[in-house]
């Protein structure tokens, strides 16, 4: 380590052109990274709540809506 800084003091200029270097390099790498503006997201599970006041006098006849319209439409991801 003594004679990586002792070097890199007595040669300020291979020390400066590293530094550059590495600058270039890491702008170069950050305008290649492939970006997208919409990427695609999957997700594997739905989690649905919802909070209703007096919902216990219709709970039932909702939740059973909900279930018939809804449940036809998921798919079962495989576990593998």
């Known amino acids: 380590m003594r004679r990586l800084l002792h ?3 007595h040669h300020p200029v291979a020390t400066n052109l590293l530094m ?6 890491g702008v ?12 695609h997201l999957s997700f594997d ?3 649905i709540s919802v909070e209703w006041d007096d ?13 018939t319209t809804i449940l036809p439409r998921l798919t079962v991801a495989n576990a593998d």
Not at 20 to 25: G, P, Q, S
């Open 45 to 47: 599970i739905i989690q």
């Open 20 to 25: 550059l270097v590495l600058i270039i390099a």
């Open 55 to 67: 919902a216990h006098e219709v709970a039932v006849p909702v939740l059973a809506t909900v279930a």
């Open 28 to 39: 170069g790498s950050v305008l290649s990274l492939n970006r997208e503006a919409l990427p």
């Open 7 to 9: 070097a890199a003091v």
